[in-house]
């Protein structure tokens, strides 16, 4: 390898470095924004307690469909975000 070429390879990985911190930066940046609120899951029974009601009574709002929609149905039964209960809950009782 001649040196002409040994330094155009060195500019090249200079270039390729500079690349890779201005990514590392960004990534840095997006850590310190403002984080996402972290997501509380309830079952039916905390989902009930949550919205102030007996567990039949949401288990039957579920069941009718007047109850907000889980996240996701396990095989342990279904799941919601706990804020989003709450907020419904507020909702209903106004």
């Given at each position: 390898?001649t040196k002409r ?16 911190a201005?990514w590392i ?8 924004a403002?984080?996402k ?27 009718r469909?007047?109850?907000?929609t ?5 095989a ?12 419904w809950?507020k909702?209903?009782?106004?």
């Amino acid at each position: 390898m001649t040196k002409r070429q040994l330094a155009q390879r060195l500019r090249k990985t200079r270039q390729e470095l500079d690349e890779c911190a201005e990514w590392i930066e960004r990534l840095a940046v997006e850590l310190d924004a403002d984080p996402k609120p972290e997501m509380t899951l309830v079952g039916i029974t905390e989902a009930a307690q949550l919205a102030g009601l007996q567990y039949r009574t949401f288990q039957q709002r579920y069941t009718r469909g007047t109850a907000p929609t889980p996240l996701a149905v396990l095989a342990c039964g279904p799941v919601w975000d706990a804020a989003h209960i709450e907020a419904w809950a507020k909702k209903v009782a106004a």
